[in-house]
């Protein structure tokens, strides 16, 4: 799993641009675009003013807020002329895609203040689609992406929209445009990008629905893992992670985490069972590729999980249940402050206090 959403971003701007080609001898500007209360033509320049605020984000490296700039259009700018600027706005945010580091992250609001490549490529298709069909609809023109692309969209950024079998239905429901059988329409939406957490060493990186597809099917989620990786327990989580998403129970905040090395490479798999129970308690499990054992980063990563969740309201104490001969996992709970709580033939349960 190597692709992070170039093409799958080229793709989506020249089916955008053909569309909108097929009406450049309307009038944009008095027809509202689809249940939006813009008109047509501002939503469209809108899709530009994205894709070029998204490639000055990354390429700024933006950490705190968003690059104080704007795109400005002339004032005489006629429909053909707006379509352009789209492509043009496309082609520097695909070029900047391309050349961004995979560790680069940069600032975004929702929800967790940062997003990585694959993020920006996402939300960046998510404005094209969504909004391609708002002005079609507006005009009546046909528009129907490929399912593709969708996929890429709701399974990076909406991991907490469970999935209707078609993908485009399923990101068109997550932005409130329609609703689902059985599931109303969504009047406030956001999208959600990956939480990331840091220990001295040691990135914690949410995984998404498709990297936990990916690793549950023998991938590697689009990490480069230490030699050995990854480890079957990263493989038996994404499992159950992903299984959690398709039923409509997932919570992005307490799914799985890779474990990611200073010299990017990833070491391991950590996170919940399962979201908080009604008592605030939450399960934790984890597990390191074979080479990286012993160097103290499942201690590293748990402290800072731990920390990270008990800070939380609505988590009140973790715990985790080890093997009996599992004498190495034992220490690693035990220097994080957890304490034996309980034990039968096969297992230790060990728990965390707020």
């Not at 009038?27 to 249940?35: I, K, L, M, Q, T």
């Not at 597809?213 to 327990?233: H, I, K, Q, R």
Request: aromatic share 10%; proline share 5%; charged share 25%.
């Amino acid at each position: 799993m190597r692709e992070w959403g170039v093409e799958r971003v080229e793709e989506a701007v020249a089916g955008c641009a053909a569309t909108l080609r097929m009406a450049l001898d309307r009038d944009w500007e008095s027809v509202p675009a689809g249940g939006l209360e813009w008109d047509c033509r501002r939503t469209a320049f809108h899709i530009a003013e994205d894709l070029i605020a998204y490639a000055g984000q990354l390429a700024g490296r933006a950490q705190d807020a968003y690059v104080p700039f704007e795109l400005v259009p002339e004032e005489d700018i006629d429909n053909a002329g707006v379509v352009q600027v789209i492509e043009t706005t496309g082609a520097l945010f695909a070029a900047t895609l391309r050349t961004t580091p995979r560790e680069v992250r940069a600032f975004h609001p929702y929800p967790f203040r940062s997003a990585n490549r694959e993020g920006f490529a996402a939300m960046g298709m998510a404005e094209v689609l969504v909004h391609t069909y708002d002005i079609a609809e507006g005009l009546g023109l046909p528009y129907q992406p490929p399912s593709a692309l969708a996929e890429f969209v709701v399974t990076r950024i909406f991991p907490h929209v469970q999935p209707d079998p078609d993908p485009w239905r399923t990101l068109l429901h997550a932005t409130g445009r329609i609703p689902l059988p059985g599931r109303a329409l969504r009047t406030d939406w956001r999208w959600n990008n990956n939480l990331v957490l840091h220990s001295d060493r040691l990135t914690l990186e949410g995984v998404t629905p498709a990297a936990l597809a990916d690793l549950a099917t023998g991938g590697d989620g689009g990490f480069n893992w230490v030699v050995g990786g990854p480890y079957s327990g990263t493989r038996e989580a994404s499992g159950m992670v992903l299984k959690a998403y398709e039923a409509g129970t997932h919570r992005p905040e307490f799914g799985l985490f890779a474990l990611i090395r200073e010299d990017g490479l990833a070491v391991g798999g950590m996170g919940f069972h399962g979201v908080p129970d009604e008592d605030g308690r939450a399960e934790v499990g984890y597990d390191l590729v074979e080479g990286a054992r012993g160097r103290g980063y499942a201690t590293e990563a748990l402290r800072a999980l731990s920390q990270w969740a008990l800070a939380r309201d609505d988590v009140n104490s973790l715990f985790a249940t080890i093997d009996r001969d599992n004498v190495a996992s034992q220490a690693v709970v035990s220097r994080v402050g957890y304490t034996k709580v309980g034990e039968d033939e096969e297992e230790l349960a060990y728990e965390l206090g707020g």
